[in-house]
């Protein structure tokens, strides 16, 4: 069973930077799709970035393009979404999630992906 562990989180001040990752343990994270999500107090969970199982293929929500960046390292097991110029708005609990596949795809559907990390806290304040 494949696990997931998001890290890295904490607060930062605005225009600030964090870089999360996504350690994965009990199976190898080569043959998946990787999305990260958000959910922000009193909010539905959002989709933030995902990439492709070969990394052929990232994409991002219109909110963080720009300003984050989303890779991975099959080597280590590992996903990581470097986040800069954080704004308030960006504070939600982050967590990654990830879908077995045999093709290049990804997707911002949260229904798709079949196994999740606990989830790290990001806050974006003064």
């Known amino acids: 069973q494949l696990q997931l562990v998001e890290s890295g989180g904490g607060l930062v001040q605005p225009g600030g930077s964090l870089r999360l990752s996504c350690a994965a343990s009990?199976?190898?994270?080569?043959?998946?799709?990787i999305g990260w999500f958000r959910q922000a107090p009193g909010k539905e969970r959002e989709g933030v970035s995902w990439i492709s199982r070969s990394a052929g293929r990232t994409n991002y929500a219109d909110s963080v393009k720009g300003r984050f960046t989303i890779s991975r390292d099959n080597a280590k097991n590992t996903v990581t979404l470097q986040m800069n110029s954080l704004k308030p708005e960006d504070t939600a609990v982050y967590y990654c999630?990830?879908?077995?596949?045999?093709?290049?795809?990804?997707?911002?559907?949260?229904?798709?992906?079949?196994?999740w990390g606990q989830g790290t806290q990001v806050t974006v304040s003064s």
């Open positions: 009990g199976g190898t994270l080569d043959d998946h799709a």
């Open positions: 999630a990830a879908k077995p596949t045999s093709v290049s795809w990804g997707c911002f559907m949260s229904t798709k992906y079949d196994y």
